[in-house]
């Protein structure tokens, strides 16, 4: 299994809709799970956090199954201003280490 | 909010020349990293850096890339002879406050886009 490995999209949906993507990872140990979205020529930004078995800010939710090793985003009432490519990042334990990317799904949100 | 800030934004060099790409971590974090994409493909790890030490590196950070952190406060990525497939965007990151285990997200700057001709 790859370090981490994302659905790789794309993903065209209307607005209003509910979209969902999985990110599964390969090290156990590790305890911290983030989703960033990127958008175009952009950097990276912290969309959420995810310590334990989910945290919910609005609109999105995100999940975390440790049994199955993998890490849910979902997007609910989508907008097209969420159209992005949201990239799955699983630090190892320890602080200084990599952090690894996911390659990435993108989203396209439709009018 | 305190950001990372990355100078310059973009930077146009010739093959084999030399550039330094410089960057501003958050001041009160520990950890640094730069990470590089090259377009249309994933974000990469290219070195972390901690305790004014290299921590990890990836199989991309070769003897053409260095890094430093002169003053206290720069983070500079070096790259000694550019090579045509340097040409990529370079995000420098910052993490984390604390000593030991660690959770913190990395928090990017706006990164430098390099173009070798």
């Known amino acids: 299994r790859k370090e981490v490995e994302q659905d790789p999209g794309p993903f065209n949906v209307p607005e209003g809709a509910t979209v969902a993507f999985n990110c599964t990872y390969s090290n156990s140990a590790s305890q911290s799970f983030f989703w960033y979205r990127q958008d175009c020529r952009k950097e990276p930004k912290l969309l959420m956090s995810?310590?334990?078995s989910g945290n919910e800010d609005g609109r999105f939710t995100a999940q975390l199954n440790r049994a199955s090793q993998y890490i849910s985003l979902l997007i609910r009432d989508s907008k097209l201003s969420d159209s992005a490519t949201y990239l799955c990042v699983v630090p190892p334990r320890g602080s200084a280490r990599q952090l690894t990317f996911g390659s990435g799904t993108q989203l396209t949100v439709l009018p | 909010e305190p950001e990372v800030t990355q100078t310059p934004s973009h930077q146009v060099t010739q093959m084999g020349q030399e550039v330094i790409l410089r960057c501003v971590p958050i001041s009160n974090h520990l950890y640094f990293y730069w990470y590089r994409q090259i377009l249309g493909q994933k974000v990469e790890f290219l070195v972390s850096?901690?305790?004014?030490?290299?921590?990890?590196k990836s199989e991309i950070f070769d003897d053409q890339f260095s890094v430093e952190r002169p003053d206290g406060s720069n983070f500079t990525l070096k790259i000694r002879s550019t090579k045509l497939e340097d040409s990529a965007m370079y995000f420098c990151?910052?993490?984390?406050?604390?000593?030991?285990?660690?959770?913190?997200?990395?928090?990017f700057g706006n990164g430098t886009r390099l173009t070798v001709t």
């Open positions: 850096f901690y305790n004014n030490e290299i921590s990890e």
């Open positions: 995810v310590y334990s």
């Open positions: 990151a910052s993490r984390g406050t604390g000593t030991g285990y660690d959770n913190s997200p990395l928090h």
